[in-house]
């Protein structure tokens, strides 16, 4: 075997991209093959290396299988396949062609018969199987090219070796052999030529009476929808959209939004954190990297690059190490809000806040604050909205309580608050200055409610079935 054997590698790896590659390829396999096969016959014997190359497993054919032909390209597969069948073919004509005819028991005019008989049955396979003037070509060259053709291996290995009283009968087979070869390869070359412009036609045709292929058009995902409608309410009141990364920092995620290491509120945030190399963070300690628990480090980013006044919202996915239920997803969605500029007040939040909610669920919908806590606001509020399954009345229609509220009558939407004057130390705002509002809504919850969906699960399991229902 050679050291480097091509059929250990892939096509693309070889940088095999056409047929004529291809064709190379096989041509120095059979080269190789030969030589190999003239070793062997002084010794090593014929079984092993037929083993070698085409036995069941580890040989050349099984390599050209797993390597070659199941990682092709589309347009050479089917070339490929049929090469490989030739490739077989010739290593049995060659392993019997190169050796004497003794060697293959066919020590009398009958046993030498049935050999041609074999050889003329491989030849007729073979030129049947030629489907243009290279694969023609090839078949040609290796069945009587005067240097290498089979039937020069026929004169020197068949003939000039046989026992004399045996001469007659090849060298009258040989010219039986040889003039079929001749004949047969020039009628399918004749066959080619009148055939190659017709199915070349064909297959060029295009029938421009046929129907079009209909391709259904998809649509947005329900909540890529709910943030583009929250977007444009947002727009209309002079807001504008940023996005960030999900895979963030500690530093961003937590500490600059005044929540330090050890405070219980990373509890309620617990995430994924990543196994990449540990990350040197603001604050210097090498940290690792986690996925975003909130949309509210981009407050942070946002206010590190821009000088109030600022007013911007931010979409995008957020991850917890939330166990999954119907309102529980370890990835879901928000929408983070942030205006800071020098006279905002409580009234222009709850403004804010209220204008939205009525835009989005419409004006008869009842909202409501509640005194909450984040380390990133204060005052810290959450906002609830009256029940749209039990009509806020906390009672199911079937009798007992309602199963989405809970009986609450309430279903709390978002928290949210004024910037807490710490988080403008992280910063360089002048808290002295600045004043100004943040919040941030669960987008799932927001659909479901809006869209009377009773499981958040459903948004992430792609079913067609659901999916449709929101064009
Ligand atoms: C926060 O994430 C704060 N960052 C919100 C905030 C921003 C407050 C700015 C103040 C100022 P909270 O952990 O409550 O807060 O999550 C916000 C919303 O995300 C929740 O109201 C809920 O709608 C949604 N949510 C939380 N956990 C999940 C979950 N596992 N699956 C689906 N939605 C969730």
Not at 198 to 204: D, F, P, T, W
Not at 341 to 360: A, L, N, P, R, S
Request: hydrophobic fraction near 40%; include cysteine.
């Amino acid at each position: 075997m050679l050291s480097e054997d091509p059929t250990k590698k892939s096509l693309t790896e070889l940088g095999v991209t056409d047929a004529v590659q291809l064709a190379h390829r096989f041509y120095e396999l059979r080269a190789r093959f030969q030589r190999e096969l003239a070793r062997a016959s002084e010794g090593e014997g014929w079984e092993r290396l037929r083993d070698e190359w085409v036995g069941p497993e580890g040989s050349v054919q099984s390599r050209i299988l797993a390597n070659w032909i199941r990682t092709a390209p589309e347009h050479l597969k089917a070339g490929l396949v049929q090469d490989l069948q030739n490739f077989i073919n010739e290593v049995f004509i060659l392993s019997a062609v190169l050796q004497p005819l003794d060697q293959l028991r066919a020590t009398d005019a009958a046993k030498i018969e049935s050999q041609f008989r074999n050889l003329r049955g491989l030849f007729d396979r073979e030129v049947k199987e030629c489907r243009d003037e290279v694969d023609l070509g090839i078949t040609e060259r290796f069945w009587i090219s005067p240097k290498s053709g089979v039937l020069k291996h026929i004169a020197a290995n068949w003939r000039k070796t046989a026992p004399r009283d045996l001469v007659p009968s090849i060298g009258r087979e040989e010219n039986k052999l040889k003039a079929h070869i001749t004949r047969e390869i020039a009628e399918r070359r004749a066959t080619l030529e009148s055939g190659a412009e017709e199915s070349a036609l064909a297959r060029e045709r295009i029938d421009l009476s046929l129907p079009g292929v209909i391709r259904p058009i998809g649509s947005h995902h329900l909540i890529r929808q709910v943030f583009q409608e929250i977007e444009d309410i947002f727009f209309s009141i002079g807001f504008s959209v940023v996005e960030g990364p999900e895979i963030e920092t500690p530093y961003y995620n937590f500490e600059a939004l005044n929540i330090p290491e050890f405070h219980p509120v990373r509890d309620d945030m617990d995430t994924f954190y990543l196994e990449l190399p540990l990350f040197s963070d603001k604050n210097a300690a090498k940290t690792p990297l986690l996925l975003r628990t909130h949309t509210s480090p981009m407050q942070i980013r946002t206010m590190e690059k821009q000088k109030p006044p600022v007013r911007v919202i931010v979409p995008g996915k957020v991850y917890r190490r939330d166990n999954p239920d119907a309102t529980h997803s370890f990835a879901f969605h928000q929408i983070e809000g942030l205006a800071v500029d020098t006279d905002i007040t409580f009234c222009d939040f709850t403004g804010t806040i209220e204008y939205f909610v009525k835009q989005f669920f419409g004006p008869s919908v009842k909202t409501r604050f509640r005194p909450s806590y984040f380390p990133f606001t204060e005052p810290s509020v959450e906002f609830d909205v009256s029940c749209p399954f039990c009509g806020g009345t906390g009672a199911a229609a079937a009798g007992g309580t309602c199963s989405k509220c809970k009986g609450a009558a309430w279903i709390e939407l978002f928290g949210a608050g004024m910037v807490d004057p710490a988080v403008y130390g992280f910063v360089n705002y002048d808290a002295k200055k600045v004043s100004g509002f943040a919040f941030g809504i669960g987008i799932d919850r927001l659909a479901m409610l809006k869209y009377g969906i009773d499981d958040i699960q459903v948004f992430f399991q792609n079913d067609v079935r659901f999916l449709k229902q929101f064009p």
